[in-house]
């Protein structure tokens, strides 16, 4: 799926927030989590160290920028940051939110799990969904600003 979102043959919910020469950002198709971004290389590798030097130049700033944004639009105040090399061909790095509504489920990563399969199970309805287009629209808007402004 990876490929068909980075190609642009395949578009995700709110489309993406920013896209870069090495990285697609968008919000996760998987996890309807309004703020829940996926940073995807754009070229095939798994692991953090086959990233070439322009690649690794371009991502912590990329990173930092949504990071900012996350916080100032959506007000969002806590990030899990989880990545993983057992995927196939794309490096990722996913960027999940921690809302109030999560603290049932805990405070430290072994609370991610079960508040992702709650948001896929109970939080798909169309007012959830529009809020998660709603934050990727400001998301995209806001970093769109941020780069003229470089």
Wanted: charged share 25%; glycine share 4%.
């Amino acid at each position: 799926m990876s490929c068909e979102i980075t190609s642009g043959r395949r578009t995700v919910p709110g489309g993406a927030v920013q896209e870069t020469r090495f990285f697609h950002a968008h919000q996760d198709v998987a996890y309807p989590i309004p703020g829940q971004i996926v940073v995807t290389a754009k070229r095939h590798f798994c692991f953090l160290t086959e990233m070439s030097q322009a690649e690794t130049s371009e991502f912590l700033p990329l990173v930092q920028r949504i990071r900012r944004e996350q916080e100032r639009q959506l007000g969002i105040e806590h990030v899990y940051y989880i990545y993983n090399e057992d995927t196939t061909h794309h490096f990722h790095l996913w960027m999940v939110p921690r809302y109030p509504w999560m603290a049932r489920f805990g405070k430290s990563i072994e609370a991610v799990r079960p508040a992702l399969r709650h948001a896929r199970e109970q939080m798909s309805s169309e007012h959830h969904l529009a809020a998660v287009a709603e934050a990727a629209a400001k998301l995209r808007e806001s970093l769109a600003r941020e780069v003229e402004g470089d």
